[in-house]
């Protein structure tokens, strides 16, 4: 952790932070990088979780220190102010991603990439998401925003969500819990989305292909 120019409580947050295990910190690391548009400058403190707990205990610690607070996933279509942010970052990307397949049902991580999963779950033979293919993005962010197209939504999918409220305290909905509506999730929009169940059909691989190749 390099240590920078900022207000005593974000630094003795940083310190604090970087005690947890399982969870990467950094003080003024560029944001731009983690964004699709490339551009953006710093953020305070940067905190990237490896596990549920990892995402808890840094929730708790800045909820208690009450500092701003940003999450960041994939950064699709997402602009940083080139003055940055000055609070902490807590980033869901390519540091919580990863999928397990169990019969006709995915758990997966909310920093996994959309096209990931459904290139897996195509191969697999696993239909569902394959008219979906081409949204940039994670799974978390997609949940978020009940993302879809061609008539076809996550909300369809899913079948539990999992993450935490802003001060570390668990969450888990049925689908039936969450009010997804178009484009929105309302019960979602003050949780930090942490990972998913989806519920696929099995179907021949070569037409799953087919119909993803299409929209690509």
């Not at 840094?58 to 940083?80: C, D, K, M, W």
């Not at 991603?97 to 991580?109: I, T």
């Not at 899913?158 to 409220?165: D, R």
Request: net charge negative.
């Amino acid at each position: 952790m390099r240590q920078t120019s900022m207000p005593p409580e974000l630094r003795e947050l940083a310190t604090h932070l970087s005690s947890i295990e399982q969870v990467e910190v950094e003080t003024d690391k560029p944001l731009g990088p983690c964004t699709s548009y490339r551009i953006g400058g710093p953020t305070a403190v940067w905190a990237a979780p490896r596990s549920e707990e990892g995402v808890r205990r840094v929730l708790a610690a800045v909820h208690a220190a009450g500092v701003p607070l940003f999450i960041l996933g994939r950064g699709s279509n997402l602009l940083v102010s080139d003055r940055g942010w000055q609070g902490v970052t807590l980033y869901m990307g390519e540091n919580f991603s990863g999928w397990e397949f169990q019969d006709e049902e995915a758990a997966v991580r909310a920093g996994t990439l959309w096209m990931d999963l459904i290139r897996d779950a195509v191969d697999r033979g696993m239909g569902g998401m394959e008219l979906m293919a081409g949204i940039p993005g994670g799974i978390g962010g997609a949940l978020r925003m009940n993302a879809g197209a061609f008539g076809r939504e996550i909300e369809a999918l899913t079948v539990e969500v999992a993450g935490c409220f802003p001060d570390g305290s668990p969450l888990t909905a049925r689908r039936h819990d969450v009010n997804f509506g178009y484009r929105c999730a309302p019960q979602l929009e003050r949780v930090v989305i942490t990972s998913a169940r989806f519920r696929f059909q099995p179907q021949d691989p070569r037409t799953l292909a087919a119909r993803m190749n299409e929209i690509l």
